[in-house]
């Protein structure tokens, strides 16, 4: 019965690369080159070489061809913005992503900005949040991207309900806000974007049909604050210590499943919920770029 109400991002994901991986063997068939994504690492920051990793091999499964490019942490802003400029002007390249944080010394918005609009399948640059603001074609951030996907494909009826995020970040929190009170089928949502200055989270979140969590704090939202038959969806990946586990951490979301799942409708655990999705709206977006390149 409980198992009912788990949003499987992984087997989701599955499907829906198999679903890729078919579109490029016909493109492939047809004489076409298959899409190509670039992935550049700066540094050696764990959680970022594990997602790159992650990109890349999930490049491998849908069969794109893909260019992991790492440079040192010192690296220079005007020498990043030098090779961001030489992705631009690459055709064989149809989309490319700066893996982020960058190193502080490097403006992550200057960065962002330099980016190619129609290479930007990350869905950051200004050009495609205002478009995706306006119900323009653009490309979506592959994280609000999945979610979607998953409201979708688990058939939940959004319209009219109330939906309360959790965080206002320019990848998560913003842009999701922006889609689930949009005129789309999965949208026209009341929407509530609390952040670190909301003066009562739990008693907002207590109010929704459907809470999307995305601050980066461990089991913030527990069980108390969650409506009978919620929607509960988890975007965190905390690393927590845990000295039983062989990797000295494990993986912990910002929702404690344990108290909401008695109460919500449905929920997407930590790991193999919202991650996985990420992965595979990135290349569902490097598809249309090679689409429309
Ligand atoms: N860092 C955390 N999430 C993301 C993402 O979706 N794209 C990039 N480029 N960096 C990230």
Redesign the pocket.
């Known amino acids: 019965m409980e198992q009912n109400k788990l949003i499987d991002g992984k087997a989701l994901s599955k499907k829906i690369k198999a679903e890729i991986a078919q579109e490029v063997d016909q493109m492939k068939a047809k004489g076409f080159r298959a899409p190509h994504l670039a992935?550049v690492l700066i540094g050696s920051n764990p959680?970022?070489m594990s997602?790159v990793r992650s990109k890349v091999k999930s490049c491998e499964e849908v069969g794109f061809t893909s260019s992991l490019i790492e440079k040192e942490k010192e690296i220079t802003e005007s020498e990043l913005l030098t090779l961001v400029e030489e992705l631009n002007n690459d055709e064989r390249i149809d989309g490319f992503?700066?893996?982020?944080?960058l190193p502080s010394h490097i403006d992550e918005m200057k960065v962002t900005m330099a980016i190619d609009p129609s290479k930007d399948v990350?869905g950051?640059h200004p050009v495609n949040l205002g478009k995706m603001s306006l119900g323009l074609d653009s490309f979506v951030?592959?994280?609000p991207y999945g979610i979607v996907q998953m409201l979708d494909r688990y058939g939940v009826e959004t319209s009219g309900k109330h939906c309360v995020i959790i965080g206002r970040s320019n990848?998560v929190g913003t842009p999701m806000s922006i889609l689930m009170s949009r005129k789309t089928k999965i949208g026209n949502c009341t929407v509530t974007l609390t952040h670190s200055r909301t003066k009562n989270i739990a008693e907002e979140v207590r109010r929704a049909d459907i809470v999307i969590a995305a601050i980066g704090f461990p089991n913030f939202v527990n069980g108390d604050m969650i409506k009978d038959g919620a929607v509960v969806i988890d975007v965190g990946i905390n690393r927590v210590e845990d000295e039983s586990s062989k990797r000295g951490y494990r993986l912990v979301g910002d929702v404690d499943f344990e108290s909401c799942l008695p109460k919500c409708s449905l929920i997407t655990p930590v790991p193999g919920g919202v991650g996985p999705m990420?992965v595979c709206s990135?290349m569902l977006n490097t598809l249309k770029a090679r689409k429309f390149s």
């Open positions: 992935a959680a970022s997602y992503i700066v893996q982020l944080p990350d950051f951030p592959a994280t990848i990420t990135l």
